[in-house]
């Protein structure tokens, strides 16, 4: 049972547009959300992440936004550059744990210049 | 500041061999974990380590064996490679198991086992 879903496998986007990267959860416990970006042949890096307690968190053109109502969050990346193509993962944790992450299939952003 | 680095980058195994994955990381972190990462799916931790000498299962441990005997070390064994093994691997590494920590990735080691 997937436990953290992101239901579309790939999207494309124009530059300067804005790109919504989705992503649900089913486990009530999650209480810290977090997405990674993945190069090809590179290992995933932090992008940003939002607590529970929090329902939006900014960082530069990222923002993540948190609906624990509908258990859903998404990335907005505004304006999407072609430098921003890239898998996403969505990760979520239950108290915290590290090693309790749990990370949805990624989706694969195209921005188109 | 090289991070987590993970040697080697590539490998193809015969069905049987064994072989070790070897992570290092010089940030001084104390948790370090081992995922694998199929064609369309996400990332699934295999083992992972809170400390220097302890090691504790993931979600998908059978078929390996890990061992933390120093602190910037983290070490996977395959004793008898499957070819369900074929898979790229990632070691990543976190200063403390908190809300507020992400974990810092390595390049990954492509594994092909045949």
């Known amino acids: 049972d997937q436990q953290v879903k992101q239901n579309s496998p790939s999207l494309s986007v124009q530059e300067g547009r804005i790109s919504i990267l989705n992503c649900d959860y089913t486990n009530s416990m999650f209480d810290y959300f977090l997405w990674y970006k993945k190069y090809p042949a590179e290992g995933p890096t932090f992008l940003i992440s939002i607590s529970s307690i929090k329902d939006k968190n900014e960082d530069g053109r990222f923002t993540v936004f948190l609906n624990k109502s509908a258990k859903h969050l998404s990335l907005h990346i505004v304006p999407s550059q072609p430098g921003d193509s890239a898998v996403y993962f969505c990760?979520?944790?239950?108290?915290?744990?590290?090693?309790?992450?749990?990370f949805g299939k990624g989706t694969k952003l195209t921005v188109n210049p | 500041n090289a991070g987590v680095t993970q040697t080697p980058k590539f490998r193809v195994l015969k069905t049987g061999q064994s072989m070790t994955l070897l992570c290092a990381q010089d940030m001084n972190h104390e948790y370090m974990y081992w995922y694998r990462q199929d064609p369309g799916m996400g990332l699934r931790l295999i083992h992972y380590?809170?400390?220097?000498?302890?090691?504790a299962k993931g979600e998908v441990p059978d078929g390996y064996n890990v061992s933390r005997l120093k602190k910037q070390n983290f070490l996977l064994g395959l004793e008898s490679a499957a070819p369900s093994q074929t898979s790229v691997y990632f070691c990543?590494?976190?200063?403390?198991?908190?809300?507020?920590?992400?974990?810092?990735f390595g390049q990954g080691t492509r594994l092909t086992v045949v």
């Open positions: 990760a979520a944790s239950e108290e915290g744990g590290s090693e309790k992450l749990v």
């Open positions: 990543a590494s976190s200063p403390v198991a908190t809300p507020n920590t992400e974990a810092f």
């Open positions: 380590s809170v400390g220097e000498g302890t090691t």
